[in-house]
């Protein structure tokens, strides 16, 4: 057979016209054809064609309907996620968005010549407008009284906020020493219950200190007459070598973390004294020699008033103190310095007025002709009675009776220590007795009207005694400090040879202590020392023992009361006193039962 060779082959089928396949494919070309007219006349409708008015509506097209799958939905926000069509904004600087201030430079001489011209050119001016008759104004009056409204309203703002926030901080320090303030209120030692002899302790309490009396002393401590729980304390410096500013805080027990008043001097502060009867008032002696009155009302304004270099003191002032009004009803206080004298104060609304009531003038002693003997005075105390007399303490250990009628002489003259007399105190309950404390380590009782000029009682303490003070509860209780930092509590009634407290105080080493001060209401005692720190102690039951009240039917029981208490200390020292006193010659020695 033949070899067929194939060389194109194309398999296809054609389709009748008139036959229904044939339709139906016809009909799907007509469908595309449509479509692709569709689009073409859409955009056409946009720009009319010439010729045709804007009225004119274009005539429509029908197309059948697509089905939902085969129709795409239109983006109607025309989004698409691309990072790059968010904007950033130019980084700007604080000094593009400001303008600068405007400035100038300014240079001039000035001496002597030409500050005078500028001040007799401006006594001119006001010369020339006091003879026209108009007054002369100055910057401060051209200010409009809105400013000084302003200022008024926000000093009382700051009062709204002030007074609150100071509940605040106690309300805040009452749960930090939430321990202390259960054991100054419920806190008894049981021991003392045990203890034979009458021994008592000391509790310790709050410790107050502040940053800036870090490097100071604690040189007087005062408790107001009027709050039981605010007290004033002193800085300065004993060295005397070293000098710096001084303090004058104002603590209240309320709150230990810090003072509620402040103030402060250019030199340091030797005494402070409060008045009794108006207690925001605030005496105090420096050691430059000057004395300062401070007002806590108005404390942000400083001091009320201050002694002038002349009429100062030449040395430090050891005592101050506040006495009764004069005739002019103007306030007066007392001070004495060792440049030996003693001047009284009078405050005449911000003024101080010297008067010199007392030269510590030793007369017994052999004298040259150029340099008198002139004593340091270092303490003194105003009798509570007898308003004249008062007592004062020298350098040389001797304690000198004075009279405010008697400038020129003392009444009487003792020889009570062999050094210096630290303090003089009288007794809050007997008239008659007066109690000094010395740096030869003694502690002495005194009869004032005693014809021997010897101590009714004579304590040592192995140390130079600082301070001592009596106890407002009982008037043969008191109590002292040493330079060892020990606290010393004596009870005549209880023993009259030795304490009954010796506690160690001192935090650390070398401290010495400085002041002693007894809370007029409460059972504790505050003490100073030479690091700036002041602590508050209570006193155990035993050592503030007190007698028992009489029953006695009076129509006023609390003045009754007083008078009882009185009279019972009177008569307790008053027999203490009778064992020691050697009566004199023709009287018999009386003693009471």
Known sequence: SGINAVHFHLDGNLLHKDSEEAKHQLARQALSDLGAEFVSNLGAKKKPVEGEEEGDEPETLHMPLKSKKDAKPANQFNYSERASQSINNPLRQRFVQTEPPPRCNFAANVNQWEIYDAYMDDLAEKAKQAAQGKPSRSKE????????????????????????????????????????????????????????????????????????????????????????????????????????????????????????????????????????????????????????????????????????????????????????????????FFSVSSDGNVFSWTLDKTDLNKTVRMVLQDNTAIESADVPNIESGTAMAFHAELDYLYLVGTEDGKVRSCSKAFSSQCLDVIPAHHMGVYKVAWNPFHSKVYITCSADWTVKIWDHSYHKKEPMFVFDLNSAVGDVAWSPYSSTVFAAVTAEGNVYVFD??????????????????????????????????????????????????????????????????????????????????????????????????????
């Open 141 to 332: 009056d051209d200010k409009p009284e809105k400013h000084h409204v302003i200022d008024r309203d926000t000093d009382d703002l700051k009062q709204t906020i002030i007074n609150p926030l100071k509940i605040m901080e106690r309300m805040v320090n009452q749960n930090t020493f939430d321990e202390i303030s259960e054991d100054f209120k419920y806190y008894e030692d049981p021991s003392d219950e045990y203890k034979e002899s009458g021994q008592g302790t000391l509790l310790p309490l709050w410790t107050f200190s502040n940053e800036r009396t870090k490097k100071l002393a604690v040189t007087t401590v005062k408790f107001n007459p009027l709050f039981s729980d605010l007290f004033t304390v002193g800085y300065g410096s004993y060295d005397f070598l070293k000098q710096n500013e001084g303090l004058i805080l104002c603590y209240s027990l309320k709150n230990p973390t810090y003072p509620e008043f402040m103030f402060e001097t250019d030199s340091g502060v030797m005494c402070v004294d409060i008045h009794p009867s108006y207690p925001y008032l605030v005496c105090a002696g420096l050691y430059s020699g000057h004395v300062i009155v401070f007002n806590m009302l108005q404390a942000s304004k400083g001091p009320l008033c201050i002694s002038t270099a002349r009429d100062k003191h030449s040395d430090p002032v050891w005592q101050i103190n506040w006495q009764a009004d004069d005739i002019d009803t103007n306030l007066i």
């Open 492 to 593: 005549l009634s209880v023993n009259k040879y030795e304490h009954i407290c010796c506690q160690l105080v001192a935090k650390k080493k070398k401290t010495r202590l400085t002041h002693i001060e007894f809370n007029p209401k409460h059972p504790i005692i505050i003490v100073g020392d030479d690091r700036g720190y002041v602590q508050s102690l209570k006193l155990s039951p035993n050592l503030r023992k007190m007698p028992k009240e009489r029953k006695m039917i009076i129509p006023d029981p609390s003045k009754a009361v007083k008078e009882d208490k009185r009279g019972k200390e009177i008569e307790k020292m008053e027999k203490l006193l009778n064992l020691v006193r050697e009566p004199e010659k023709g009287k018999k020695k009386i003693t009471l039962k």
